[in-house]
């Protein structure tokens, strides 16, 4: 390869993962798993799903990479009401195995999927309120 050959490749995690449409995907089977999932589907009962899942879209998209469209709260403040409702460390390690199964049902490669997870994992404190 010359000096002025350049190979492009996609930088954020956004677009190395698949950009909207695998966000998409990747939202709608995860939450699809998490209602499914008795250890944790009761956080669900009251929520307005088209919402959340709307807002986790957007919140994945920006946290990896992608257009900042995320309106939503601070972490913290989003899930006070379900650290009062009992949620801790076993919830969010029912979520991250959703999370996890769910790139993997979709054949993410493992790279990509580790980057993902320590995305996901870096709001554990706040989600929980420690």
């Known amino acids: 390869m010359s000096e002025t050959e350049e190979t492009t490749a996609p930088t954020s995690l956004f677009d190395r993962i698949g950009g909207e449409a695998a966000v998409n995907a990747a939202v709608d089977i995860f939450y699809r798993k998490v209602l499914e999932d008795y250890r944790i589907n009761r956080f669900f009962g009251n929520s307005d799903m088209d919402?959340?899942?709307?807002?986790?879209?957007?919140?994945?998209?920006?946290a990896f990479g992608?257009?900042?469209n995320y309106t939503?709260?601070?972490m913290r403040t989003a899930h006070a009401r379900f650290v009062s409702m009992?949620?801790?460390d076993s919830h969010f390690d029912a979520v991250m195995e959703n999370f996890d199964a769910t790139l993997k049902e979709l054949n993410v490669p493992a790279d990509l999927i580790a980057e993902a997870t320590a995305i996901a994992e870096s709001v554990r404190a706040d989600v929980l309120g420690q």
């Open 66 to 68: 992608g257009p900042n």
């Open 51 to 62: 919402k959340q899942i709307a807002k986790q879209k957007a919140f994945f998209t920006m």
């Open 72 to 74: 939503g709260t601070d």
């Open 86 to 88: 009992g949620l801790n």
